[in-house]
């Protein structure tokens, strides 16, 4: 499908960001089934698990069998998280188109995180870059707690800046912006997008936000406006980072697909299609859910006057 260019890109992480908190284990042929469900509503990515140590997310620990088990649509891309050089072995192993690359703008958080410093961090890309240049797959890196850290909070525009600068020098096809914790607020999204986008093409550019503190569609549209066109959700909301204080979950797919609508932004997504799969979310992960839409229906669902009782 054709879309305008101002048209909203959203690209699906409720199987790796959303399920990978989830205190209870997700079985595999039920991931596999929301999967190929999201992936016959449409979108052009979806990032299905992670590859990291059993250990440390036991919740994906299933990933491999996943990749595996999903229908492929043609056109949608497979996206596997990948922490190392073994993990980013693995996942190429096991078909991913693209690998996501992760750090923190924050040392403190990565170390928390990713277990090293970001100097390591970088380091190791350049090993799993080249691994991955070996293969079809492309290579996207995230620069996590890029608008703050819970530990060190507001991190210097010049630093990020910097980081997406090394991202490019190592050859990665995509860089990713992450309001990891939902500290950003729309003026400083705009602000950091703009610059951004000066060494970045759109098309080349993702918004990772959650929603912590509310403010997640508002950031979503601020980056939208500033000239991003690329944003991750997660259907139902779901999602938080394990090692991020009082972090929640994602935007939620269903209710910034409902706005983009009624606001004549194509996605080219099924909107009835996840509005039906947000619904099911609370019995698959056994509890409800954030999002809204999902719960009070589209704007456009209108209901029977109620009836008047007679004098």
Known sequence: MSLSADALIVQEVAPRDGLQIEPAFVPTEAKIALIDALSAAGFSRIEVSSFVSPKAVPALRDAAEVFAGIARRPGTIYVALVPNLKGAERALAAGADEINLVMSASETHNRANMGMSCEASLDAFRHMVAAARTTRATINATIATAFGCPF???????????????????????????????????????DLVGRT???????RLTLHVHNTRGAGIANVLAAHAAGARRFDAALG?????PFAPGATGNVCTEDLVSLCHEMGLATGLDLDALIGLARGLPALVGHDVPGQVAK???????????ARNAA
């Open 197 to 203: 986008l000066a060494r970045v093409p759109a098309e």
């Open 237 to 241: 909301g779901l999602g938080g980072c």
């Open 152 to 190: 060190e909070g507001a991190q210097p525009v010049e630093k990020v800046e910097a980081l997406v600068g090394r991202y490019l020098d190592l050859g990665v096809d995509g860089v990713t912006l992450a309001d990891t914790t939902g500290m950003a607020n729309p003026r400083q999204v705009a």
């Open 296 to 306: 009070a229906g589209r704007p456009c669902d209108l209901h029977p006057a109620p």
